[in-house]
């Protein structure tokens, strides 16, 4: 049985940082794609960050801020957060799909976990 589970989240002033890692067991993720999406108040979950063996992608929001990374050895996603905005309060999801594509939208991947909150204060 594939298992997310995020680690990390907090809450921290703008301009700071914070990392967040997701371990994932079940499988072994070296052929997936895996990565963050978040959801915050009222709002639809967008796609944060995505890597894989052959590609990584970034939301223009985050581009330059944000850092994605993994380890296979692992079966760690990490994201590294730096200049944290108020709008980057939400909830931080760790996804994962079958296959080397990355994609943004979030009905293409088949594992989430549970979340973690991430809350940027002004």
């Known amino acids: 049985q594939v298992q997310l589970v995020e680690s990390g989240g907090g809450l921290v002033q703008a301009g700071g940082s914070l990392r967040l890692s997701c371990a994932a067991s079940g499988r072994t993720f070296s052929t997936y794609a895996m990565g963050w999406f978040r959801q915050a108040p009222g709002k639809e979950r967008e796609f944060v960050a995505a890597i894989s063996s052959s590609n990584t992608k970034y939301a223009d929001s985050v581009k330059g801020r944000f850092t994605i990374s993994r380890d296979l050895a692992k079966n760690t996603v990490d994201l590294q957060m730096n200049s944290l905005k108020p709008e980057d309060t939400a909830v931080y999801y760790c996804?994962?799909?079958?296959?080397?594509?990355?994609?943004?939208?979030?009905?293409?991947?088949?594992?989430w976990g549970q979340g973690t909150q991430v809350t940027v204060s002004s």
């Open positions: 996804v994962a799909r079958r296959g080397p594509v990355v994609y943004t939208g979030p009905q293409n991947y088949d594992y």
